[in-house]
T-cell receptor, first 109, second 114 residues
């Protein structure tokens, strides 16, 4: 079983739409959770950390459900510039980070 | 502030040739360092990570090796490249000893094997 699983999509949404991505992780002892964004042929960049109580950064909201072992990312009022691949990342008790394969988002004019 | 430098940005090498990719981090001490490979359209595959000088953990058996001769320098090498070594190589760092700190990536090296 993979450490982190994501729906690969693709998600094609119109500008202004709200879109949500989910991610599940297998290790209940995982301690840290993140969402990264990766543009085509570029390196992943940290979008936001995910805190136990949930957190918001502008149009982006991240939530963590430890009981069900899933993480979500909600994007409101989608912009064309939000088009990218979104990576769910989980860190366990050691030094390794476990990456999902990513969810592709295309925002359509 | 911390920065990570990775070079070269692109590289075209013949099969059987050697490889050396270098990554350096500035503005922090004793970082955890990582090498990943990403094949086209695929997820990130962890190759090596290091928690200190000369301390390397290998995740996938292959013809690649890594070294950390200095605290903030991480080198990925191969003596003889294979066609399957093509991909996007990413170096990353995170704060050592801190669970909740994320990783930060270099710009990556796009390696093509001919």
């Amino acid at each position: 079983r993979k450490e982190v699983e994501q729906d690969p999509g693709p998600f094609n949404v119109p500008e202004g739409a709200t879109v949500a991505f989910n991610c599940t992780y297998s290790n209940s002892a995982s301690q840290s959770f993140f969402w990264y964004r990766q543009d085509c042929r570029k390196e992943p960049k940290l979008l936001m950390s995910v805190y136990s109580s949930g957190n918001e950064d502008g149009r982006f909201t991240a939530q963590l459900n430890r009981a069900s072992q899933y993480i979500s990312l909600l994007i409101r009022d989608s912009k064309l510039s939000d088009s990218a691949t979104y990576l769910c990342v989980v860190k366990g008790t050691g030094n390794q980070f476990y990456f999902g394969t990513g969810t592709s988002l295309t925002v359509i004019p | 502030s911390q920065t990570i430098h990775q070079w070269p940005a692109t590289l075209v090498q013949p099969v059987g040739s050697p490889l050396s990719l270098e990554c350096t981090v500035e503005g922090t001490s004793n970082p955890n360092l990582y090498w990943y490979r990403q094949a086209a359209g695929r997820g990130l595959q962890l190759l090596f990570y290091s928690i200190g000088i000369d301390q390397i953990s290998s995740e996938v058996p292959q013809n690649l090796s890594a070294s950390r001769p200095q605290d903030r320098q991480f080198i990925l090498s191969s003596k003889k490249l294979l066609l399957s070594d093509s991909g996007f190589y990413l170096c990353a760092w995170s704060v050592g000893g801190h669970v909740n700190q994320p990783q930060h990536f270099g710009d990556g090296t796009r390696l093509s094997i001919l």
